[in-house]
């Protein structure tokens, strides 16, 4: 059965579902219909590398709830894991099915949402409380700042890449600008990973255009160039980011000890008690589950205080992640889990082309400071960008 236009729309529904991360329809749906549409698609191609990397990964999710003292959280986990390596089997199974345009549009669509998402959390905002409130900026009221600042940044890549794509010469202003709102976006959000990652991934992305066949390399520069310098500004300028950074640099000033009567970040504790987690067992790990609730119980005996406006906390109060991807799988899964999770990231990345590449290196550089498999929102996305591959064997005819 070959049904293009069938394929094509449940895609398009994915990529808009997934930014505004309704309640009510869940981004969930649209992977769901397209993975459908897939499996409906011509015959069978393997891609052996992702069914490899896909299976691996799930298997060990499964095998390590042998050894969990946590198993009900265990399975929890991998129906949490479910959508990323349903795509990987999926999509491996049929890697030629997909032409080329339809990787395009789908990447545009998922773009243009995002952009329709942000700017419409940004008026509900503006309608409420006269001003854009800060801690009211999430897409669909229910992605959280990491997580919307690294959605803003993605459409970024997808509008920047169309940029130098000759067939869209009339989009090219439109995008331009999308792309200047989208970081405006980033810089209000704060997420303080990305101020410190964009500015790189804009210099390696110069490198990258200034080496390729793009038309106009001194255009390419100054774009760039004009890009670092205008959010450089606006992060000394605007209040709230550049307070942030404040925050950021009196933290990395007390990781040592309370400065001025403040602690450091409390993601460097939990990464200090996690890690004391992991050490329990390294190979292995302690099982699929048991991760959050050890952490849990170490930061009993954690005794730094943090505050939430004026009223002090302290981190067992509340019941958190390890708040780093790795970290997390390290604990649960061992050695082998950190093995496959890297192996299923290589493969993404190096199987994904053009603007995905640095999606999927972003997603990557994210999960450091956040633990994003552990979230419906990070695994959503990745489920999304695994969809999004590409091999060689990608049919090339027009849709």
């Known amino acids: 059965m070959q049904n293009r236009s069938f394929l094509f729309y449940t895609g398009a529904v994915s990529a808009i579902l997934l930014p505004f991360s309704f309640e009510w329809l869940s981004p969930l749906y649209g992977l769901i219909l397209v993975g459908i549409a897939l499996l409906l698609q011509g015959d069978l191609h393997p891609n052996k590398w992702l069914l490899l990397a896909s299976a691996a990964f799930l298997d060990w999710e499964l095998i390590s ?15 949490m894991i479910l959508p990323i390596v349903l795509m990987g089997l999926i999509v491996g199974s049929k890697s030629k099915e997909v032409e080329v345009k339809m990787y395009r549009n789908w990447a545009l669509i998922f ?26 900026l999430e897409l669909g009221g229910r992605l959280g700042i990491h997580y919307q600042s690294l959605y803003l940044l993605v459409a970024a890549f ?19 600008l999308l792309i200047v709102w989208l970081l405006f976006g980033c810089i209000m959000l704060s997420a303080r990973i990305h101020l410190l990652l964009l500015p790189v991934f804009i210099l390696v992305r110069t490198l990258d255009l200034l080496q390729g066949k793009i038309a106009n390399k001194k255009k390419a520069s100054l774009w760039a160039a004009g ?50 987690v992991a050490n329990k067992s390294p190979i292995i790990g302690v099982g699929n589950g048991a991760g959050d609730e050890l952490l849990h119980e170490a930061l ?21 992640d390890f708040h780093n991807m790795i970290l997390q799988n390290f604990a649960e899964g061992g050695i082998v889990g950190v093995i496959l999770l890297l192996f299923l990231f290589a493969v993404g990345f190096l199987q994904s082309q053009g603007s995905w590449r640095y999606a999927w290196a972003l997603f990557f550089f994210t999960g450091m400071t956040e633990s994003l498999l552990e979230r419906q ?16 064997n990608s049919s090339t005819k027009p849709r």
């Open 377 to 392: 929102a990070g695994v959503f996305l990745l489920a999304f960008l695994i969809l999004q591959i590409q091999t060689r």
């Open 111 to 136: 773009a243009y949402a995002t952009v329709a998402a942000w700017s419409w959390t940004v008026a509900e905002s503006l309608f409420k409380s006269g001003w854009v409130q800060y801690n009211d």
């Open 300 to 320: 009993q005996s954690c005794d730094a205080v943090f505050y939430k406006k004026k009223e002090p906390y302290y981190l067992h109060e509340f019941k958190y």
């Open 65 to 79: 709830i042998w050894w969990s003292t946590h198993r009900s959280e265990g399975w929890q986990d991998v129906i």
């Open 227 to 276: 890009i670092i310098i205008s959010m450089v500004t606006l992060m000394a300028v605007l209040p709230g980011t550049s307070r942030r950074l404040t925050d950021l640099k009196n933290e990395w000033r007390s990781m040592d000890g309370m400065v001025d009567g403040k602690q450091t970040n409390h993601r460097i504790y939990l990464w200090k008690y996690g890690w004391n």
């Open 158 to 176: 997808i509008l920047e890449a169309s940029l130098w794509d000759s067939a869209n010469k009339k989009y090219k202003i439109l995008h331009a």
